[in-house]
């Protein structure tokens, strides 16, 4: 006899413990310490650029802004695998409570984000506004309604096949999301409000009305879910080995030219391969990308010298050991182990290119430091993130790879 929600039980304890076993090997990690050092120091210049801020500030279109993103983007965690594609299609009709308490369980987790969300941009409002934080819950209450309204739609787009419709539809409700939100952090008058939710009614109900007759496309909810657990893994693979991370490959052709320098000779097998594995596999680049754009972008904005100096060799470091899981990354490839090649030169490949990594993010960091004008710390950042790298590939990265 199936039951529909011993079924949801058993997949969201299975799943939640699973998050909580890998939870604790991030948790545990020194990386925590580093993320604490870096959430203190932009909380410092975040409260001090507040305090600059005048009367006139348009803080509630930024906040607008900000909250429009975390509101519009609301997923279902259904908790499906790859074989529900043929033992629980039969049984759709019979899922209903299923899906809502999912749906449930996303307002709950997706309401906490939120909750921290606001409780950063509300200092912000609290400054420019004589309200200051006295309606920071009747926010929050508002929100939240509205993040259920976001995820409802959100569901009810799962029946259509046009990728139009889930592109059109992010952009409506990005917009009366934000409008909304604009308009209660202004103050707006409540008939405003109304007419608001009113227009949010009717824009559920229409899609409501259309897919009565529909079904859950369920490639794209399996899909979706796969997604954001290879995300999870990804991030979890950087502290332990997750079995079953999967890996990602994309061509990028483009940045060929980055190895077409490296000789095809016996002894540089493994820097072509960590090479390559670096430009196509999994989210190496876009990692090495995104830390180095936010590193330079918080070097830009930070005034103060020496915490330029720290704040550059924290993002040298952070790049760093969330590079180092590329030296497993074939590890359960038997015919890497036929490689008639000594397993020096694999060794060596990987702190050369682990160092050039670095050695190019620092580079980076200083021309940015430079652009402001500031010859002395951008000599002093190329210097110490030198030294740094060379530090950590010669040293720290030797030690965790022997471990």
Avoid: C
């Amino acid at each position: 006899m199936f039951d529909e929600k011993k079924l949801w039980k058993d997949r969201s304890v299975h799943r939640l413990k699973e998050f909580g076993v890998y939870l604790r090997y991030i948790l545990n990690g020194h990386l925590v310490v580093v993320l604490l050092f870096l959430i203190g120091t932009a909380a410092f210049y975040y409260q001090n650029w507040i305090s600059s801020l005048s009367q006139d500030f348009p803080a509630e279109i930024i906040i607008a802004v900000i909250l429009g993103l975390f509101l519009t983007h609301s997923p279902v965690y259904t908790f499906l695998f790859e074989a529900d594609h043929v033992f629980l299609i039969p049984l759709e009709t019979r899922l209903k409570g299923y899906f809502l308490r999912s749906g449930l369980l996303s307002l709950v987790f997706q309401g906490y984000i939120l909750l921290m969300v606001l409780a950063i941009v509300m200092p912000m409002y609290a400054h420019v506004s004589a309200n200051g934080f006295q309606s920071f819950f009747i926010f929050l209450l508002i929100l939240l309604v509205i993040k259920g309204w976001n995820i409802a739609v959100n569901w009810k787009i799962h029946y259509y096949v046009q990728p139009s419709v889930y592109t059109w539809d992010m952009f409506v409700r990005y917009f009366i999301n934000v409008l909304f939100t604009f308009l209660l952090f202004n103050n707006a008058h409540f008939v405003f409000l109304l007419i608001f939710a009113l227009i949010m009614a009717s824009y559920y109900r229409s899609f409501s009305v259309r897919t009565e007759k529909m079904g859950l496309k369920w490639d794209l909810l399996i899909a979706q879910e796969e997604k954001r657990m290879a995300s999870f893994y990804r991030l979890a693979n950087l502290f332990t080995d997750v079995p079953k991370l999967k890996d990602t490959v994309k061509r990028r052709k483009w940045l060929d030219w980055f190895i077409n320098g490296i000789s095809f000779s016996q002894e540089k097998t493994y820097d072509y391969l960590f090479a390559r594995t670096f430009l196509r596999s999994s989210d190496y680049l876009g990692l090495f990308i995104r830390l180095t754009v936010i590193g330079a972008l918080a070097l830009y904005f930070i005034s103060f010298g020496a915490g330029q100096i720290v704040l550059s060799l924290l993002f040298i470091y952070l790049t760093g050991f969330q590079l180092l899981p590329l030296w497993n990354h074939h590890q359960n490839k038997l015919w890497i182990d036929l490689y008639p090649v000594s397993h020096n030169h694999k060794t060596t490949a990987f702190h050369s290119l682990l160092m050039r990594i670095l050695i190019i993010q620092s580079s980076i960091f200083t021309v940015v430091i430079l652009f402001k004008g500031q010859w002395m710390f951008s000599l002093l950042i190329l210097l110490s993130g030198l030294l740094f790298s060379v530090l950590f590939v010669k040293v720290y990265s030797k030690n965790r790879l022997k471990a």
